[in-house]
């Protein structure tokens, strides 16, 4: 079982690698990524140090390319594609049809990976990738129970990746229009969600502080409460006659106590989100899940979640919490 | 001309007040009516047969008939269902998932290519063409601008392009229930209760903003997308087909409205609209898609 863990930097990748990572993803510093963020991921000369340093330590990386090609900058997405080729990287992580088409056609040797934002649930969707552009591996969007997930890995003609632990989408990824509804930019187009420069914060006479998102309120905090990022769907909002987080509080995914089943389901890797967190965030939650793995990896039978770990993935997690998502039925 | 098309109905109705509701849109001048269940496999009033019966009956009728499938997939079950519509034999096919567009091209069937296939380029385009896409429905965030860089660079006629140009919009598909949730039940014992409010639920932000709308597993705008009155200048750029999704009320007479406008009797659709606060546009114009734009 291979632990791929996010890096949005290179002193996030370097500490990806020294605390286990088996596979570290990347994205460069532009709307080709579902992480666009301000001062974040790499430019080409960069990623080249990374890549030089995780082979060295006998590693692999991995570049995301998986927002979708906007009409008007299709050039930016191959050059993209080209400059992970030229770099020698490991892999392509890719969501748009015409670029896994555009990667098949012109690297056909570079490893192409379907994005979380590819929304493939079902075998049949993974044989339309699978037979048109040959990809190797998918990514699993985070809608799937477990039994649904080891039912589709019985008989996927790929290698399967989902998602360990992180900030938790509750949308199907690449399906969620959400941000760009209230600020005009989405994951899809530009790579960001809730994107920080429409963000504002403000607090009034009687101490209370309000986020704002492009001007729509996302939620308004005691003055002792513990205020979190307004990310659209974790705000709280009115319905009827009930005020409270209608779609879903801040929280994290959690899978831990998960590893054994995932393995056997036959399922090939498991991400960590957060290509946006430190360097110190990578380095922790790598060490808890490589230890996890590889106790696993070990004696499945006997694996128990090591609660120490869950301390420690608790305390990077949105609001302090975790869940296990759509994988536990109850959560649906 | 474009074409007038009625989407499919995002909300779960009574069967009766489906049936009345279709005997109406029979009788409107909707050039292409797509049914069937796309958001929720629960929801089984009419089961896929009856949809296809149903069809049988509009197409009688002189409709175009599509049928559109399930957007999120997640149980075997549910590839089923999906399966069932692929096989009809009779009716074209609206893709809503890969998984669909795989079924449809295994037997070498045409089909529309649903908005969250997310075609935002030509080679996405041709991609999908070349599978046998006969007309592809834009992303529902995709602008006036973007639509217009991608068919001058696609350049081929061969494939329709459908616009959804009124409605709720659909902005994301989740495992969760919103409506369960809502109402404090497992989605596995949600007895439904979705059927109770025949346009979703409304979500306001605690300034009293109306902002989201729930329906389901699917949450759509709070506010109402209304690009008819932009149906001349899509036209003139090639789209050809403008889709109305269904609500409870003034369906049929929206349809009408705007092919009276087409017709020739200008001022149908502003009449329509005015007064309509809970409208938006900003999606075509480039900007948030909740906004309100006037040119």
Redesign the interface.
């Known amino acids: 079982m291979e632990l791929v863990c996010p890096a949005g930097s290179l002193p996030a990748l370097q500490a990806a690698v020294d605390n286990g990572a088996d596979t570290v993803y990347t994205g460069l510093r532009d709307g080709t990524n579902a992480r666009h963020f301000p001062g974040l991921n790499f430019t080409p000369e960069k990623l080249r140090r990374g890549i030089d340093y995780a082979h060295r330590h006998r590693r692999r990386v991995l570049m995301a390319i998986n927002t979708?090609?906007?009409?008007?900058g299709?050039a930016q997405w191959t050059s993209a594609v080209d400059h992970a080729a030229d770099l020698g990287i490991d892999g392509i992580i890719l969501?748009?049809?015409?670029?896994l088409?555009?990667a098949s056609r012109t690297h056909p040797n570079l490893p192409r990976h379907l994005s979380v934002q590819?929304?493939?649930?079902?075998?049949?969707?993974l044989?339309?990738?699978q037979e048109?552009f040959g990809i190797r591996r998918a990514v699993l969007p985070?809608?799937?129970?477990l039994a649904?997930v080891t039912?589709l890995a019985e008989d996927a003609p790929v290698e399967l990746e989902v998602f360990g632990f992180g900030s938790l989408c509750?949308?199907?990824e690449?399906?969620?229009?959400?941000s760009?509804?209230?600020?005009?930019e989405?994951p899809?187009?530009a790579g960001a969600c809730s994107p920080a420069a429409h963000v504002r914060w403000s607090e009034l006479d009687d101490g209370h502080l309000e986020s704002r998102l492009?001007g729509?309120?996302?939620?308004?905090f005691e003055p002792q409460e513990r205020a979190g990022y307004p990310t659209l769907?974790k705000g709280?909002?009115?319905?009827?006659e009930?005020?409270g987080h209608?779609?879903?509080e801040p929280t994290s995914l959690n899978t831990l106590d998960l590893l054994p089943q995932l393995h056997a389901a036959g399922i090939t890797a498991i991400k960590l989100e957060g290509r946006q967190r430190s360097p110190g965030y990578v380095a922790g939650v790598t060490r808890v899940w490589r230890q996890a793995i590889d106790r696993c990896l070990r004696d499945p039978g006997a694996y128990r979640t090591d609660p120490d770990g869950n301390v420690v993935l608790a305390g990077f997690s949105e609001g302090s919490q975790t869940t296990l998502g759509?994988y536990h039925?109850?959560?649906? | 001309m474009p074409k007038i098309a009625l989407g499919p109905c995002q909300y779960f109705w009574p069967r009766e007040q489906t049936e009345t509701f279709y005997a109406r849109i029979a009788e409107t001048s909707a050039d292409i009516v797509y049914l069937g269940e796309s958001v929720c496999p629960k929801r089984r009033e009419l089961r896929p047969e009856d949809w296809i019966a149903l069809g049988r009956e509009l197409a009688a009728q002189g409709k175009e008939v599509v049928l559109s499938t399930l957007?999120?997939?997640?149980?075997?079950s549910e590839?089923g269902m999906v399966r069932r519509l692929c096989d009809n034999g009779e009716f074209r096919v609206e893709a809503n998932?890969?998984?669909?567009?795989?079924?449809l091209?295994e037997h070498q069937l045409p089909f529309v290519g649903g908005a969250?296939?997310?075609?935002?380029?030509?080679?996405?385009?041709?991609?999908?063409r070349e599978?046998g896409m006969f007309r592809w429905v834009m992303?529902?965030?995709m602008g006036r601008?973007?639509?217009g860089?991608?068919l001058a660079?696609y350049s081929a006629a061969d494939v329709e392009t459908e616009v959804f140009a009124y409605g709720r919009?659909p902005?994301?598909?989740?495992?969760?229930?919103?409506t369960a949730?809502?109402h404090d039940l497992?989605?596995?014992q949600c007895g439904l209760r979705c059927i109770e409010d025949p346009e979703g639920?409304?979500?306001?932000?605690?300034?009293?903003?109306l902002?989201?709308n729930?329906n389901g597993i699917q949450?759509q705008?709070g506010r109402v997308t209304n690009l008819l009155p932009e149906w001349q200048n899509m036209a003139d750029m090639g789209v050809d087909v403008l889709r109305i999704s269904p609500r409870p009320e003034g369906t049929a007479e929206r349809i009408e409205a705007l092919a009276a406008e087409m017709r020739g009797e200008q001022g149908a659709v502003a009449a329509m609209s005015e007064g309509e606060v809970e409208d938006c546009n900003?999606?075509w114009f480039?900007?948030?898609?909740?906004q309100v734009v006037r040119e």
């Open positions: 979708y090609a906007q009409s008007s299709w969501a748009d049809a015409g670029l088409e555009y590819g929304s493939a649930t079902s075998t049949e969707a044989q339309f990738y048109l985070r809608v799937l129970s649904q039912r509750i949308m199907a690449g399906r969620c229009l959400l760009s509804y209230a600020t005009g989405s899809n187009t492009n729509v309120l996302i939620d308004r769907c709280r909002f009115t319905v009827g009930h005020t209608i779609l879903e759509a039925r109850s959560w649906q | 957007t999120l997939l997640e149980a075997r590839l998932d890969v998984a669909a567009v795989q079924m091209r969250f296939l997310n075609i935002y380029n030509p080679e996405s385009l041709r991609l999908y599978q992303p529902l965030e601008d973007s639509l860089a991608l660079d919009m902005l994301a598909w989740s495992a969760r229930c919103y949730r809502y497992p989605k596995d639920i409304p979500v306001h932000t605690r300034d009293g903003e902002f989201l729930i949450t705008s900003g999606y480039g900007q948030a898609g909740m």
